[in-house]
Protein backbone atom coordinates (compact mmCIF):
# COMPACT_ATOMS: atom_id res chain seq x y z
CA UNK A 1 0.00 0.00 0.00
CA UNK A 2 1.13 3.36 -1.10
CA UNK A 3 -0.31 6.26 1.03
CA UNK A 4 0.35 9.99 1.23
CA UNK A 5 -1.20 13.23 2.66
CA UNK A 6 -3.12 14.49 0.44
CA UNK A 7 -2.97 18.26 -1.05
CA UNK A 8 -4.68 19.98 1.29
CA UNK A 9 -2.21 19.27 3.96
CA UNK A 10 0.58 20.33 1.91
CA UNK A 11 -0.04 24.16 0.86
CA UNK A 12 3.56 24.15 -0.98
CA UNK A 13 2.33 22.35 -3.49
CA UNK A 14 -0.77 24.58 -4.10
CA UNK A 15 -0.25 25.04 -8.31
CA UNK A 16 1.84 22.01 -9.23
CA UNK A 17 -1.14 19.90 -9.88
CA UNK A 18 -0.52 16.07 -10.24
CA UNK A 19 3.27 14.52 -10.44
CA UNK A 20 2.45 14.07 -14.05
CA UNK A 21 6.70 14.18 -14.65
CA UNK A 22 6.86 11.03 -12.27
CA UNK A 23 3.58 9.20 -13.66
CA UNK A 24 5.13 9.77 -17.49
CA UNK A 25 8.69 7.97 -16.35
CA UNK A 26 7.05 5.06 -14.56
CA UNK A 27 4.90 4.76 -17.78
CA UNK A 28 7.59 4.96 -20.07
CA UNK A 29 10.41 2.23 -18.38
CA UNK A 30 7.03 -0.17 -17.80
CA UNK A 31 6.23 0.37 -21.24
CA UNK A 32 9.92 -0.01 -22.73
CA UNK A 33 10.03 -2.83 -20.80
CA UNK A 34 7.08 -4.60 -21.78
CA UNK A 35 7.63 -4.91 -25.23
CA UNK A 36 11.82 -5.73 -24.89
CA UNK A 37 12.92 -8.94 -24.19
CA UNK A 38 13.91 -8.74 -20.70
CA UNK A 39 9.84 -8.96 -19.94
CA UNK A 40 9.91 -12.53 -21.72
CA UNK A 41 6.30 -11.00 -23.24
CA UNK A 42 7.78 -10.12 -26.57
CA UNK A 43 7.28 -13.01 -28.55
CA UNK A 44 9.35 -11.48 -31.86
CA UNK A 45 12.80 -12.64 -29.15
CA UNK A 46 11.79 -16.49 -29.49
CA UNK A 47 12.52 -18.39 -26.16
CA UNK A 48 15.52 -20.27 -24.67
CA UNK A 49 18.54 -19.65 -26.03
CA UNK A 50 17.80 -16.88 -28.35
CA UNK A 51 15.74 -14.63 -25.54
CA UNK A 52 18.60 -15.01 -23.66
CA UNK A 53 20.91 -13.60 -26.53
CA UNK A 54 18.12 -11.10 -27.12
CA UNK A 55 18.28 -9.85 -24.01
CA UNK A 56 22.27 -9.40 -23.70
CA UNK A 57 22.32 -7.67 -26.88
CA UNK A 58 19.23 -5.38 -25.81
CA UNK A 59 21.29 -4.69 -22.70
CA UNK A 60 24.54 -3.39 -24.20
CA UNK A 61 23.04 -1.61 -26.95
CA UNK A 62 20.91 0.32 -24.66
CA UNK A 63 22.93 0.44 -21.01
CA UNK A 64 26.14 1.48 -20.08
CA UNK A 65 29.36 -0.82 -20.63
CA UNK A 66 32.04 1.05 -18.77
CA UNK A 67 35.43 0.00 -20.93
CA UNK A 68 32.94 1.02 -24.01
CA UNK A 69 31.95 4.51 -22.52
CA UNK A 70 35.44 5.44 -22.76
CA UNK A 71 36.24 4.28 -26.10
CA UNK A 72 35.17 7.51 -27.95
CA UNK A 73 32.69 5.88 -29.78
CA UNK A 74 30.23 8.77 -30.93
CA UNK A 75 27.11 7.02 -29.56
CA UNK A 76 28.33 6.04 -26.29
CA UNK A 77 27.82 9.88 -24.48
CA UNK A 78 23.87 8.33 -24.86
CA UNK A 79 24.44 5.53 -23.28
CA UNK A 80 23.86 6.73 -19.44
CA UNK A 81 20.71 8.84 -20.65
CA UNK A 82 19.42 5.36 -22.21
CA UNK A 83 20.20 2.68 -19.60
CA UNK A 84 18.26 5.18 -17.40
CA UNK A 85 15.08 3.34 -19.03
CA UNK A 86 16.18 -0.30 -19.17
CA UNK A 87 15.65 -2.92 -16.88
CA UNK A 88 17.06 -6.21 -16.22
CA UNK A 89 13.81 -8.57 -15.25
CA UNK A 90 10.52 -7.93 -13.07
CA UNK A 91 11.96 -7.41 -10.03
CA UNK A 92 14.09 -4.74 -10.80
CA UNK A 93 11.59 -2.58 -12.83
CA UNK A 94 8.79 -2.59 -9.81
CA UNK A 95 11.42 -1.94 -6.58
CA UNK A 96 12.33 1.08 -8.71
CA UNK A 97 9.09 2.18 -9.95
CA UNK A 98 7.87 1.49 -6.44
CA UNK A 99 10.52 4.05 -5.21
CA UNK A 100 9.92 7.00 -8.07
CA UNK A 101 6.07 6.77 -7.06
CA UNK A 102 6.11 6.62 -3.50
CA UNK A 103 9.31 9.49 -3.31
CA UNK A 104 9.32 11.59 -6.78
CA UNK A 105 5.65 12.10 -6.42
CA UNK A 106 6.24 14.64 -3.38
CA UNK A 107 9.53 15.43 -4.95
CA UNK A 108 8.13 16.66 -8.26
CA UNK A 109 5.45 18.16 -6.42
CA UNK A 110 8.02 20.62 -4.31
CA UNK A 111 10.64 21.25 -7.48
CA UNK A 112 7.80 21.79 -10.15
CA UNK A 113 7.85 19.83 -13.41
CA UNK A 114 10.40 21.41 -15.33
CA UNK A 115 13.03 21.04 -12.85
CA UNK A 116 12.11 17.76 -11.25
CA UNK A 117 12.32 15.99 -15.53
CA UNK A 118 15.66 17.95 -15.55
CA UNK A 119 17.10 16.88 -12.14
CA UNK A 120 16.16 13.24 -12.26
CA UNK A 121 18.08 12.71 -16.00
CA UNK A 122 21.00 14.75 -14.85
CA UNK A 123 21.21 13.34 -11.86
CA UNK A 124 20.79 9.94 -13.66
CA UNK A 125 23.08 10.23 -15.74
CA UNK A 126 25.89 11.35 -13.96
CA UNK A 127 25.82 8.37 -11.25
CA UNK A 128 25.73 6.03 -14.21
CA UNK A 129 28.73 7.73 -15.12
CA UNK A 130 30.35 7.38 -11.74
CA UNK A 131 29.79 4.69 -11.46
CA UNK A 132 31.59 3.71 -14.73
CA UNK A 133 34.72 5.82 -14.13
CA UNK A 134 35.61 3.48 -11.06
CA UNK A 135 34.93 0.90 -13.11
CA UNK A 136 36.36 1.87 -16.49
CA UNK A 137 37.65 -1.83 -17.37
CA UNK A 138 34.53 -3.60 -16.70
CA UNK A 139 32.83 -5.48 -19.09
CA UNK A 140 29.52 -5.65 -17.32
CA UNK A 141 26.67 -3.64 -18.53
CA UNK A 142 24.58 -1.65 -16.49
CA UNK A 143 21.18 -0.52 -16.80
CA UNK A 144 18.43 0.74 -14.36
CA UNK A 145 16.82 3.85 -13.07
CA UNK A 146 18.64 2.95 -10.01
CA UNK A 147 20.83 6.32 -10.06
CA UNK A 148 17.93 8.83 -10.67
CA UNK A 149 15.42 7.23 -8.08
CA UNK A 150 18.66 7.55 -5.54
CA UNK A 151 19.50 10.95 -6.54
CA UNK A 152 14.90 11.23 -5.37
CA UNK A 153 15.80 9.72 -2.16
CA UNK A 154 18.55 12.66 -1.74
CA UNK A 155 16.62 15.50 -2.00
CA UNK A 156 13.49 13.78 -0.38
CA UNK A 157 15.38 13.51 2.68
CA UNK A 158 16.69 17.22 2.55
CA UNK A 159 12.81 18.58 1.35
CA UNK A 160 11.16 16.19 3.50
CA UNK A 161 13.07 14.97 7.01
CA UNK A 162 10.10 14.73 9.07
CA UNK A 163 7.84 12.88 6.60
CA UNK A 164 6.50 9.63 7.76
CA UNK A 165 7.76 6.38 6.28
CA UNK A 166 6.14 2.81 6.70
CA UNK A 167 8.32 -0.18 6.12
CA UNK A 168 8.12 -3.17 5.51
CA UNK A 169 10.67 -5.81 6.89
CA UNK A 170 10.74 -9.67 5.87
CA UNK A 171 13.24 -10.53 8.85
CA UNK A 172 10.42 -9.18 11.06
CA UNK A 173 7.94 -10.83 9.70
CA UNK A 174 7.03 -8.08 7.00
CA UNK A 175 5.39 -6.35 10.02
CA UNK A 176 4.83 -2.24 9.39
CA UNK A 177 6.70 -0.27 11.01
CA UNK A 178 6.64 3.76 10.46
CA UNK A 179 9.80 5.94 11.32
CA UNK A 180 11.02 9.61 10.23
CA UNK A 181 12.08 9.79 6.74
CA UNK A 182 15.56 10.52 7.57
CA UNK A 183 15.59 7.70 10.03
CA UNK A 184 15.02 5.10 6.89
CA UNK A 185 17.24 7.01 4.24
CA UNK A 186 19.86 7.13 6.18
CA UNK A 187 19.39 3.13 7.23
CA UNK A 188 19.35 2.84 3.50
CA UNK A 189 22.47 4.71 2.72
CA UNK A 190 24.66 2.97 5.30
CA UNK A 191 23.72 -0.34 3.71
CA UNK A 192 24.25 0.91 -0.07
CA UNK A 193 27.91 1.58 1.56
CA UNK A 194 28.71 -1.44 3.24
CA UNK A 195 27.16 -3.31 0.29
CA UNK A 196 29.37 -1.54 -2.00
CA UNK A 197 32.70 -1.62 -0.21
CA UNK A 198 31.98 -5.71 -1.01
CA UNK A 199 30.81 -5.34 -4.25
CA UNK A 200 33.11 -6.57 -7.58
CA UNK A 201 33.23 -6.74 -10.66
CA UNK A 202 30.75 -9.57 -11.39
CA UNK A 203 27.13 -9.03 -12.04
CA UNK A 204 25.36 -7.68 -9.80
CA UNK A 205 23.30 -4.29 -7.55
CA UNK A 206 25.36 -1.12 -8.75
CA UNK A 207 25.86 0.09 -4.93
CA UNK A 208 28.09 2.90 -6.17
CA UNK A 209 25.70 4.60 -8.29
CA UNK A 210 23.21 4.31 -5.94
CA UNK A 211 25.42 6.78 -3.45
CA UNK A 212 26.43 9.03 -5.89
CA UNK A 213 23.05 9.79 -7.10
CA UNK A 214 22.22 9.93 -3.26
CA UNK A 215 24.51 12.38 -2.49
CA UNK A 216 24.12 14.55 -5.86
CA UNK A 217 20.29 14.50 -4.93
CA UNK A 218 20.85 15.35 -1.31
CA UNK A 219 23.48 18.39 -2.22
CA UNK A 220 20.96 19.89 -4.99
CA UNK A 221 18.34 20.36 -2.68
CA UNK A 222 20.15 21.63 0.01
CA UNK A 223 22.18 23.89 -2.44
CA UNK A 224 18.89 25.20 -4.31
CA UNK A 225 15.97 25.23 -1.61
CA UNK A 226 18.10 25.64 1.18
CA UNK A 227 16.34 25.34 4.45
CA UNK A 228 13.55 27.44 4.38
CA UNK A 229 12.10 25.14 1.59
CA UNK A 230 12.03 21.69 3.92
CA UNK A 231 8.46 20.54 4.91
CA UNK A 232 8.41 18.90 8.44
CA UNK A 233 6.06 16.49 9.18
CA UNK A 234 2.54 17.58 6.85
CA UNK A 235 3.48 14.24 4.42
CA UNK A 236 4.24 10.54 5.01
CA UNK A 237 4.45 8.13 2.70
CA UNK A 238 4.75 4.23 2.49
CA UNK A 239 7.18 2.14 1.08
CA UNK A 240 8.26 -1.50 0.33
CA UNK A 241 11.69 -3.24 0.97
CA UNK A 242 12.74 -3.23 -2.54
CA UNK A 243 15.94 -1.84 -3.38
CA UNK A 244 16.18 0.88 -6.43
Known sequence: MIETSSGRDRPWMAGHGRPWVTYGLIVSCCLLFVIGPAS?????YGTGGRLVEAQSTYFERWGVVPSALWSGAPDQPLAPLTALFVHGNWL??????????????MTEERMGRVQFAVFYLV????ALLGYA????D?????????????????AFLWLF????????????????LRFPAWAVLIFWVALQWLAARQADDRPGVAYLA??????????YAWGRF???ARVGGAARASEGESQP
Open 161 to 176: PRARVTSLFPFLFFLP
Open 210 to 219: HLVGFTLGFL
Open 40 to 44: GLNPG
Open 133 to 136: AAHA
Open 123 to 126: TGYL
Open 138 to 154: SAQTLVGASGSISGVLG
Open 92 to 105: HLLGNMLFLYVFGA
Open 226 to 228: GRR
